[in-house]
């Protein structure tokens, strides 16, 4: 097996020309490499040098052994270049996971907030189920996620990062739309299209009945929070969605939104991570950045009123 250390000194003897320039170079003595090339020769049965007076001559098996060691070494300066810019958040992939209906409505400013500061940075945004994507930190597939609480792991660190409202959407049209607020034994027999199995919504209004001793009517489930919106503004059923989501439409008038009483359903938003999982540069900078946005933001405004501004202008952009 080829003895690396010994490969560097003749590289650098053959380099430079001179044993003398080789020690400099290496910060060992002349004798050291004397003694280097000649074990190395040794081993690998091969005349490397030639000497006609002063001068040093590489022999032709030098000659071709010089070419492989110079790209070797090439590329140890290559590695070490690339691992300088992974530290410096030069280069890297953040493996980010998220809901799809965070995916939609503040995940462009989150990552766009990101770039900003690492735009040499990839990202890999996965969506999913709240639950899907925590799942996915425990098989190693994401890094960091951004997910309602759904489930409790004492294998992952959840950090508060924001609290949703869950409001109730109804057609304009809807028989409730223009009532003052609602009772949950109101709405049991309504036809509910609900979020998919696994998000946090669902959790939420499953848990909402169940108080009551209820089970919603769910004519439909999905994970597109788009569709849920067409098919209650064309009167197929009503549902929960955090308000954000809906907030143009209401506004338009395109939705109505009824307050349930005596209920303030809400999602628990979270930074997740393996606790036993050393986070990679990227997804370091990016909770780092979450925290920091959570506790301060726009002359220390807070998270809220970050997400205010950007959701008023992407609510604008709308329009």
Known sequence: ????????????????????????????????????????????????????????????????????????????????????????????????????????????????????????????????????????????????????????????????????????????????AKKKSVSVEELVHEPMIMKEMGSGTRKQVNELFSRKGLTPNVLMETSNTEFIKQLVQRGEGISFLVEEAVAVEIREKRLASVPVAGENPFLDVSIAYLKDQHLSHPARAFVDMLEKMATQGPQAGGLQKVMAEYLAQWQGAKR
């Open 1 to 176: 097996m080829i003895n690396l250390n010994q490969l560097r000194v003749f590289y650098e003897a053959a380099r430079t020309g001179s044993f003398t320039s080789a020690a400099k170079k290496l910060c060992i003595t002349q004798p050291a490499v004397t003694a280097q090339i000649k074990t190395f020769e040794d081993q690998c049965d091969l005349k490397l040098f030639k000497k006609k007076g002063r001068s040093l001559y590489l022999s032709e098996e030098g000659s071709t052994l010089y070419e492989y060691a110079r790209r070797i070494f090439e590329y140890e300066r290559e590695v070490e270049d690339v691992i300088e810019e992974m530290r410096k958040l030069k280069r890297g992939t953040l493996r980010l996971g998220t809901s799809k209906a965070y995916a939609r409505y503040f995940m462009p400013f989150l990552i766009s907030s990101f770039h900003e500061a690492f735009p040499q940075i990839k990202v890999h945004l996965d969506e999913g189920s709240s639950l899907d994507i925590l799942r996915s930190l425990l098989d190693l597939k994401n890094e960091v996620a951004v997910i309602a609480r759904v489930e409790e792991d004492s294998n992952v660190t959840f950090l508060p990062f924001k609290r949703d409202q869950l409001v109730l959407i109804l057609s304009p049209t809807h028989s409730l």
